[in-house]
């Protein structure tokens, strides 16, 4: 096989050759180091390259490491401490800051064998759906290279769908694994809120939860195999699952009862009917495939809802903000609108005005909608709904340093309305390319599980991958 197709390959094949000694681990990474030196000028999806250590990490690996990744090459995105690499958040408050330790991801991660060949980029403080950071610059969708790979994880998805590595480490706070997966032909899983550990900076995550890119169903539930599990001090945290998620991927789903919708949460987004017709016809794989689909009208286009959302993300937002100051050694109130985008700083000047009781009021408020949300739900098995409503914006459509800021943030709403939803409800969601636009670009569905129903929802997800496959799609600069 050749270096070029060595990273498309799934990372449990890749890891199965290092372990027979068909392929040493350095091959691998240095085959991996090599795409990420001759893509990623036009791509733009590395904050920082680490080829020496993840090179001395590889050769320390040898045939029948018995870890389940042992050798296999993975990015983390900037917003996770990898002990050594510059963690910036995409701000330049924190452009120099070295982390010192390591996040229980990335730990764990290491543990399983993956060698870490670099960060990856982001948004500035994960807010955006695209990934354009002052501080980094564009990061390009290399399926077409005019638009964006989606955000916040957008540059692993841009390191996945190229072939830079096999798999890429994000995280999700309001569709930020599952937008990239859609723009760039992946597979993104959102888990079950609490399923995958905050620690060790936090002891619970109310819309933010890590995962990862992957080109295929299996690999995503292998690695969550890895990921998931209570940390020592945890707050809250999702039941232990029955069985291995890799094995219950590979079961029959059984002959599940389905809801459509391609009603927005946001009354004011508009679906692209390319976008509306994903869905139409991924209702009628599920019912060829045995299922029962059902249209309903989910109640989410309620009175103050994306309102609510958005208070609450922006005091995770805030939070974030503070924290680079803390780190720039700024202190508290020194912070000035030069450190930031604008639109950071108007969130960050919006939320210094919301008390401590205004903050939790929006919270009980939030989850009180999606309470509602969650009932209505459940009847069904699955939801199935768009990825996104509209095709991959091209780059420059939302602009931080717009005349009224806010307004980019209100728009990047409309072109993902599916998804921060479920960040609110805590339900797994995931992003499946099923199908691909006559524009070239790939197109994606979700599909929402019942609250820790990961394992029906990658057993679902793996029969439409078998029945209508996406993982040999390749975008041409590869």
Not at 25 to 40: G, K
Not at 209 to 226: C, Y
Request: net charge negative; proline share 9%.
């Amino acid at each position: 096989m050749s270096d070029g197709d060595l990273m498309f390959r799934p990372a449990t094949e890749l890891a199965s050759l290092v372990r027979s000694g068909e392929l040493s681990a350095a091959e691998l990474v240095q085959s991996s180091l090599e795409r990420i030196e001759e893509l990623n000028p036009s791509l733009n999806a590395f904050v920082e390259i680490d080829a020496e250590r993840a090179l001395a990490s590889a050769g320390e690996i040898g045939p029948g490491d018995p870890r389940p990744f042992a050798g296999v090459p993975i990015a983390i995105k900037n917003n996770r401490p990898v002990s050594g690499l510059r963690l910036t958040y995409g701000c330049s408050l924190m452009s120099d800051h070295r982390a010192d330790y390591d996040h229980n991801v990335t730990r764990r991660l290491k543990q399983a064998g993956f060698v870490v060949v670099g960060s990856t980029t982001l948004p500035e403080y994960g807010i955006l759906p695209t990934s354009e950071a002052r501080l980094f610059g564009p990061t390009r969708n290399p399926w077409d290279p005019g638009r964006t790979p989606g955000g916040s994880s957008g540059g692993a998805a841009a390191a996945v769908a190229s072939g830079m590595v096999p798999v890429a480490h994000g995280n999700d706070g309001g569709g930020s694994l599952r937008i990239p997966a859609a723009c760039c032909g992946l597979v993104g899983l959102k888990p079950q809120r609490g399923r995958v550990s905050a620690a060790p900076e936090l002891g619970e995550s109310l819309l933010g939860i890590d995962g990862v890119l992957t080109h295929t169903v299996a690999d995503t539930a292998a690695i969550l195999d890895v990921l998931e599990g209570y940390e020592p001090g945890d707050a809250t945290w999702a039941p232990p699952p029955p069985e291995p998620f890799a094995h219950a991927a590979e079961r029959d789903p059984g002959t599940l009862r389905i809801a459509a919708t391609t009603l927005p949460p946001i009354p004011d987004a508009t679906v692209d009917p390319v976008c509306a017709q994903a869905v139409s016809d991924a209702a009628g794989l599920l019912r060829e495939l045995g299922h029962t689909v059902e249209e309903v009208d989910p109640p989410w286009q309620l009175d103050g809802l994306r309102e609510l959302f958005g208070a609450v993300f922006s005091i995770h937002i805030s939070l974030s903000i503070a924290y680079s100051g803390m780190v720039a050694g700024r202190g508290e109130g020194g912070i000035t609108e030069d450190d930031v985008e604008p639109m950071s700083w108007a969130i960050y000047s919006m939320v210094n005005h919301v008390n401590a009781v205004q903050g939790m009021g929006a919270t009980v408020r939030l989850e009180a909608l999606t309470r509602q949300l969650v009932a209505f739900l459940e009847p069904y098995d699955v939801l199935l709904t768009p990825a996104l409503a509209e095709r991959p914006l091209p780059l420059g459509t939302l602009d931080t340093a717009a005349p009224e800021p806010m307004s980019t943030f209100t728009r990047s709403g409309l072109f993902t309305p599916f998804t921060p939803i479920f960040n609110a409800s805590g339900q797994p969601g995931i992003s499946l390319p099923l199908f691909h636009g006559d524009d070239g670009l790939p197109l994606a569905v979700q599909l929402v599980g019942r609250p820790a129903g990961e394992a029906r929802l990658l057993a679902l997800a793996r029969q439409l991958e078998i029945a209508q496959p996406w993982a040999d799609r390749r975008p041409e600069i590869s």
